[in-house]
């Protein structure tokens, strides 16, 4: 999905809804592993930092969580 660079929502919320709707979606089941933050840079053509941020978000939120070493994974089903 690339980013809406008009948009007013900013391109990491623009990340996290994505990612969201793929999770909700079934792309990513619960206990699934997502791609690292360099890939999901590189497929949404945004910074690490960016995709950090999302990320973060949808931790903040309980539907994904980081474990150092294995990755990011998720948490819970919609």
């Known amino acids: 999905m690339p980013i809406d660079r008009g948009s007013v929502t900013p391109p990491w ?15 990513f089941p619960p206990g ?7 890939r999901l840079a590189e497929e949404y053509a945004v910074s690490p930092v960016t995709v950090r941020k999302a990320l973060d978000a949808l931790k903040d939120a309980g539907v994904l969580e980081a474990t150092s070493g294995w990755g990011t994974h998720v948490t819970r089903s919609p």
């Open 13 to 27: 919320r623009q990340v996290a809804a994505d990612l969201q709707a793929r999770i909700d979606g079934g792309e």
């Open 32 to 38: 699934s592993r997502i791609p690292s933050i360099l």
